[in-house]
């Protein structure tokens, strides 16, 4: 049985809104008790079920202005990516990235999902505080990506893939960042010495927290899911308060995600329909002005021509 990642209620709230009014308060309202409902239940172990609802509600999901430095810029193409393929790697993908950007670097943020009852640490006696199995197997995951970046080919690979070496991202460092997403906080509050042990297998450019760190973020209301095929980029989800960025446009099938999106009312699928097909003109040099929702920097049309 599929998990429900609809939010009961909220379309009849929203459908009481005008068009260009998305529902941020109800929707964090609505949504943070539906992950805490999934988290705490026999659900929350299913790691496929962790997984569609994150399609579907991405502002959950930590980096999207990358792990460190929290840029203004949008990230790429206003979406996370789900499962991002990285060529040649036989071993499981990543589960999310978020292609993080400021004005130096293309931050890709790689996420790996565990579920809320994998544990970090033995808690038995004569082995306490050593990483638990279900530890070192989902850090194992972390260093095989740390790998494949590591061979100057692959980035070049990922660069290219992922449609990176065009305007405006030519000439920016690309950054890899690995988020491990783990067990639950209730570990360490029943376990309250073993806190300690969790810095130290973090460092610059590797993160890990567990799933009570995860919380809905209005600076990422507005971005759907995307899976990237030979095809290019196709859209997965939208979630109930997305909006229309030019960077879209790079992007098949959204469209077909707003209008199977159950939690959007019906004047606001047309009013986003219509924002999608206003940007797509902008882009073809149909019409000379566009009102981006998101990512303002685009909308310099100077540049765009120049």
């Known amino acids: 049985m599929v998990y429900p990642v609809t939010l009961d209620g909220l379309r009849n709230y929203a459908e009481g809104l005008p068009a260009d009014a998305a529902p941020w308060t109800e929707y964090e309202r609505r949504l943070t008790l539906a992950w805490r409902t999934l988290l705490e239940g026999p659900a929350g172990r299913v790691e496929a079920n962790l997984q569609a609802f994150l399609e579907r509600h991405p502002c959950l999901l930590p980096g999207f202005r990358s792990m460190d430095i929290a840029s203004g810029h949008c990230p790429y193409p206003a979406a996370v990516i789900r499962q991002p393929k990285l060529p040649e790697l036989t071993t499981r993908r990543p589960d999310f990235c978020w292609i993080a950007t400021d004005s130096e670097r293309i931050n890709a943020v790689l996420i790996e999902i565990e579920t809320p009852d994998k544990q970090w640490f033995r808690h038995d006696k ?3 505080g050593e990483q638990h199995a279900d530890l070192v197997h989902a850090r194992g995951q972390l260093d095989r990506w740390k790998a494949w970046f590591a061979k100057p080919d692959n980035r070049m690979t990922f660069l290219r893939q992922y449609r990176l070496m065009k305007w ?5 460092e690309l950054n890899p960042q ?3 997403i ?3 906080r209730r570990e360490f509050s029943d376990h309250p010495d073993l806190n300690g042990l969790r810095g130290p297998l973090q460092n610059h450019d590797t993160f890990m927290m567990t799933f009570d760190r995860l919380a809905p973020s209005r600076d990422a209301m507005s971005y759907g899911c995307v899976q990237l095929t030979e095809r290019g980029y ?10 229309v960025d030019l960077y879209h446009v790079d992007v098949s099938g959204f469209p077909s995600a707003i209008e199977s999106c159950e939690d959007i009312s019906s004047a606001r699928k047309r009013y986003l329909l219509d924002q999608l097909e206003e940007a797509r003109r902008f882009a073809a040099h149909e019409v000379s002005r566009f009102r981006n929702m998101i990512n303002a920097r685009i909308m310099d049309t100077s540049r765009r021509e120049a």
Do not use: K, M
């Open 126 to 128: 004569r082995r306490r």
């Open 234 to 243: 196709e859209a997965v989800n939208v979630s109930p308060t997305f909006d």
């Open 168 to 172: 405006p991202f030519e000439g920016r």
């Open 182 to 184: 783990h067990g639950s």
């Open 178 to 180: 690995y988020v491990l």
